[in-house]
């Protein structure tokens, strides 16, 4: 069972950056797919990133291309999401998901793994 621990959240101003980071457990999440999603109140859960395990191919709804960059480091067992140029319509809570069989990596029930989430908050 591999568990994921979100952090870096917080309240930034429109504009700003943040680094969102995803420490997992065990050393088998080297080998998984990831996907960052988030969660705004009174809405569904939506994909906002993946990224395969050799970090071969990336995936980015469009709202964020541009803007955000996921990345990971296999040596330390983490996982990154570095979002910049924030928009209140990015507020939400974030959460990290990773799997080793991933099919469909934009919907989020492909995932066996997820963390808790972090909140993130755009003030304009």
């Known amino acids: 069972q591999v568990q994921l621990v979100e952090s870096g959240g917080g309240l930034v101003q429109a504009g700003g950056s943040l680094r969102l980071s995803c420490a997992a457990s065990?050393?088998?999440?080297?080998?998984?797919?990831m996907g960052w999603f988030r969660q705004a109140p009174g809405k569904e859960r939506e994909f906002v990133a993946a990224?395969?395990?050799?970090?071969?191919?990336?995936y980015y709804v469009n709202s964020v291309k541009g803007r955000f960059t996921i990345s990971r480091d296999n040596a330390k067992n983490t996982g990154y999401l570095q979002m910049n140029s924030l928009k209140v319509e990015d507020t939400a809570v974030y959460y990290c998901?990773?799997?080793?069989?991933?099919?469909?990596?934009?919907?989020?029930?492909?995932?066996?793994?997820w963390g808790q989430g972090t909140q993130v908050t755009v003030s304009s």
């Open positions: 998901e990773a799997g080793p069989v991933v099919v469909a990596p934009t919907i989020t029930n492909q995932y066996p793994y």
């Open positions: 065990e050393r088998t999440f080297s080998r998984y797919t």
């Open positions: 990224l395969t395990w050799s970090g071969g191919n990336t």
